[in-house]
């Protein structure tokens, strides 16, 4: 007769943090999304790749896109209610350019970096 391991009690720690900040640069554009973590599903998301967007920025992947794309996001996030995300760089990735740019939009937006 096998007996069952007791049951676990379930985790809170990923759910303390629950929505994700992951920005992406390619040569030509700048993407930034939200990512809530215990359904694994994009909450929102701006890219410069939008139509809306792109006739009113001069370039789709320098510094200044990138703040754009930051205040944009964060405009979203308040109005769907998500008050506050956390950053996640990738490992090649520092807080230094247009990274610094994304996230210093979203926090001066009014978003909370946890």
Do not use: C
């Amino acid at each position: 007769m096998v007996i069952p391991p007791p049951p676990r009690p379930p985790t809170i720690t990923k759910f303390l943090k629950p929505y994700v900040l992951r920005m992406h640069f390619t040569n030509k554009y700048v993407s930034a999304q939200v990512i809530h973590k215990p359904t694994a599903t994009v909450a929102m998301s701006a890219s410069s790749q939008e139509k809306a967007l792109r006739g009113s920025m001069e370039s789709t992947r320098d510094v200044a896109a990138a703040a754009k794309i930051g205040k944009i996001l964060a405009e979203r996030l308040l109005l769907n209610n998500i008050p506050a995300v956390t950053i996640h760089l990738k490992r090649e990735q520092k807080y230094h350019g247009k990274v610094k740019a994304v996230v210093d939009s979203v926090r001066e937006t009014g978003v909370k970096l946890l």
